[in-house]
């Protein structure tokens, strides 16, 4: 049975693209990701839609038996809201801004 109500925080559209290359001759690798969501149905109005960029800089090979990685989430640093949940004030919830990660994961 089809109603077509719009469900509350269910976007209509989604999309996401990612693209890894090898660096410095296979040392390393760059990677970046498009992510982009539809507006979305809040409590008391909408959500806006957005679009997030994201690149990552790795390698296996600086370190013997495991990987490091530097990433930067939200690179052009876009303001965006998330649909809040029945529970909360206001009806949408502002998301975290540009952020920096480090990691390294060793293997045994």
Not at 1 to 11: A, C, E, I, K, Y
């Amino acid at each position: 049975m089809r109603t077509n109500d719009v469900l509350q925080n269910s976007p209509r559209n989604l999309a996401k693209l990612n693209l890894v290359l090898p660096v410095f001759g296979n040392v390393a690798r760059i990677g970046t990701e498009i992510r982009c969501v539809s507006s979305r149905l809040a409590e008391q109005g909408h959500a806006a839609g957005y679009c997030l960029g994201n690149m990552t800089i790795g390698s296996s090979r600086l370190v013997s038996h495991a990987d490091v990685s530097f990433s930067v989430y939200n690179v052009a640093n876009a303001r965006y809201s998330d649909p809040a949940g029945p529970g909360f004030t206001q009806d949408v919830i502002a998301q975290q801004s540009r952020e920096f990660v480090v990691r390294l994961v060793y293997g045994f």
